[in-house]
């Protein structure tokens, strides 16, 4: 199979879904790889990196949509890319179609098979493509609560761990996911004193025998919600109903009853943000105030870190990736069910429900779209 890696164009995005020694693997196994020249500079890998690996590199994102008979890419396609993507071309990326209609019918239009990495969903229900990109986004969420906290940032002046003799932070986290967690471990090895809610009693039980500290873990209600956030310096928004657009579970009158200089990151920005006031940020400009309280809202955390993020989805990505290549499509759709959740767009079909009900489009079963479109 020919497999494209072009070089990501959205915002301060950095990273790349391959790593040089995955490609390695890809060209062993009998694939050729197409990478576009400079893919891999954000995240410190060369082009000299890639061809030692036996890629060839090719000068435009053109030159990688036209040949590769799959894109594998990190975030989902910029209106630029749009019109190079082809009826039948696999397109295997984060895409997050509920939050970003627009990308939804750019992909009906072009006809492509687009997997997405978060919905690429084992049969005990994980994610094992958005784990990697929680993890990060999770473990950044705290580091980001403490450096905004800072009065010079319009921060409420509390050090995070505080002091002897002095309060540390609260840190409220919505959502014992993998990000959730992850967060809650953070904040909690900084110090701070941490709230974690869930509505899943299992989720909330792994963290409490988990994470070392002043952890208290509540189940998630309209009331308890309310309750923590009135009284946190950082809210860590962190829920996921897989494939839909996120419940907004803090309202802006919660927002209203914090502090001035109080912190909100809403890592559920990608799935449309589990905040009431939240709107999408980037890198480039990551924060603005809704009554005084700080709102980080940035729906590529990891791209802060290309680096560990690069090697991270790569690792994750890339068994998935030669089962693709190797099997060939639709035989790998049909073969491995983990796969085939993943698929959001067949050829101009919704095959994803969650989607198909975000958007308000019809949806067709993956088998069915396989069995009349081939
Ligand atoms: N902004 C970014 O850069 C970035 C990076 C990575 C992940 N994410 C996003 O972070 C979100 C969380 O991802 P994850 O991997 O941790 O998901 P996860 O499935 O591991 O965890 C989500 C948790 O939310 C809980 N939940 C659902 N509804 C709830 C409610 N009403 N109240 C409380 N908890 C509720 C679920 O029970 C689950 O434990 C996703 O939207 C994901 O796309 C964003």
């Known amino acids: 199979m020919r497999i494209g890696l072009p070089k990501e164009v959205k915002t301060e995005e950095y990273r790349v879904a391959l790593t040089p020694d995955k490609v390695a693997e890809l060209v062993r196994s009998g694939h050729t790889v197409l990478v576009e020249k400079g893919a891999g500079e954000g995240s410190g890998f060369a082009d000299s990196a890639y061809h030692e690996a036996g890629a060839r590199l090719v000068p435009t994102p053109a030159d990688v949509f036209a040949e590769a008979d799959l894109v594998v890419k990190v975030k989902e396609p910029q209106p630029q890319e749009y019109e190079l993507l082809r009826r039948r071309q696999v397109l295997f990326t984060y895409l997050h179609l509920a939050a970003y209609p627009d990308v939804a019918h750019a992909l009906l239009r072009s006809g492509v098979i687009a ?107 309209y009331a308890t919600i309310g309750e923590s956030v009135a009284q946190a310096d950082v809210v860590v928004g962190a829920v996921l109903v897989p494939g839909a657009r996120a419940p907004k579970v803090v309202t802006r009158e919660m927002v209203e009853s914090m502090a001035r200089g109080s912190v909100i990151i809403d890592i559920s920005v990608d799935q449309g943000g589990c905040v009431e006031t939240t709107r999408r940020t980037t890198h480039a400009s990551p924060v603005y105030t809704v009554n005084g309280v700080i709102h980080y809202a940035v729906d590529n955390m990891p791209g802060a870190y290309p680096q560990t993020a690069s090697i991270a989805l790569s690792n994750a990505v890339f068994p998935y990736l030669l089962r693709l290549a190797t099997l060939g499509i639709p035989r790998a759709l049909q073969e491995d069910p983990t796969l085939a959740k993943g698929v959001n767009t067949y050829q101009g079909r919704v095959t994803y429900p969650a989607v198909a009900q975000a958007l308000g489009l019809p949806y067709t079963p993956l088998a069915e779209a396989i069995a009349s479109l081939g």
């Open 115 to 221: 997997i997405a990495y978060e919905t690429v969903q084992l049969p005990d229900g994980q994610l094992p493509l958005l784990i990697p990109m929680s993890e990060i986004a999770g473990r950044m969420a705290p580091l980001i609560g403490a450096y905004y906290l800072q009065r010079p940032l319009g921060g409420k002046g509390r050090l995070m761990p505080g002091t002897p003799g002095t309060r540390s932070a609260h840190v409220v986290v919505i959502g014992a996911g993998t990000a959730g967690t992850n967060a809650a471990r953070i904040a909690s090895a900084m110090g701070a004193r941490v709230t974690l809610l869930d509505r899943n009693q299992e989720r909330l039980r792994q963290a409490e025998a988990s994470i070392p500290g002043r952890l208290t873990t509540l189940f998630s209600t």
